[in-house]
């Protein structure tokens, strides 16, 4: 067997191997390195049964490899993941898609956390499907710090729109320009108006329109750097 990479996680393939070749020791170097990856690597049937569990299966979850053949790995899932993971897989192995799917898997503690299943199939010479090869990824650390990141952006969100502070951001890069529904409502502009220097200096007084587009502070809207702030009746 081989292991090689693609997309960042390992896919299994066969290979036949002859003297002298890459294992020369056998299958042992393979062993190793599946048995000290964090993944955990199995294999699926064409029928979507599973068929090979990795080792990682019982420090992970806590139960025997045995259980999580067949369909028996979905007794591990959290129960409110059951119907829309089946729903996916079903559909993905149909179309042999590869399978990329998020879920919450019980570990041995009891508790939840969230992994990820990614697999590709192999196809026989006919393009029939003849194993799918995949791996569990633990994600629930980087998952709970994008919630946690969207809940603070949140939060912001809220405490602008109250405040009624408009907010924009300007790419210096891209040259792109963001402004929040409060800064066109503030402007008022509609909610699809354009972002640019012009729609946000036309509200101004003539004599402080000049002023606005000049000033260090709007020199960001026409990509430069804010150095200072300015106020503008409108």
Not at 1 to 26: E, H, I, N, Q
Not at 57 to 73: N, Y
Not at 94 to 99: C, S, V
Not at 146 to 173: C, K, M, N, T, V
């Amino acid at each position: 067997y081989l292991t090689s990479v693609a997309g960042g996680w390992p896919l299994v393939s066969d290979v036949r191997m002859k003297g002298g070749g890459a294992f020369s020791g056998g299958e042992e170097p393979f062993r190793y390195s599946v048995a000290l990856s964090p993944q955990v690597p199995w294999t699926v049937r064409p029928d979507g049964s599973s068929e090979e569990v990795g080792p990682q299966w019982i420090d992970f979850t806590g139960t025997a490899l045995e259980r999580a053949r067949g369909q028996g790995w979905i007794d591990s899932l959290h129960p409110d993941d059951v119907a829309r993971t089946s729903e996916r897989l079903q559909g993905t192995l149909q179309r042999r898609e590869p399978i990329d799917i998020e879920y919450r898997l019980r570990r041995s503690d009891q508790t939840y956390r969230w992994v990820r299943v990614r697999a590709s199939p192999r196809l026989d010479t006919a393009g029939n499907v003849v194993r799918w090869y995949g791996t569990l990824e633990d994600i629930d650390d980087h998952r709970r710090s994008e919630d946690a990141l969207r809940q603070s952006e949140e939060r912001f969100r809220l405490a602008a729109q109250a405040a009624r502070l408009g907010i924009w951001d300007y790419d210096l890069e891209l040259g792109t320009r963001e402004w929040s529904g409060e800064l066109r409502a503030i402007l008022g502009l509609p909610p699809g108006a354009e972002a640019s220097a012009e729609a946000a200096t036309a509200p101004a007084h003539p004599r402080d329109r000049q002023r606005g587009r000049t000033s260090p502070s709007a020199a960001a809207i026409h990509g430069g750097r804010p150095r200072s702030a300015l106020t503008v009746p409108i």
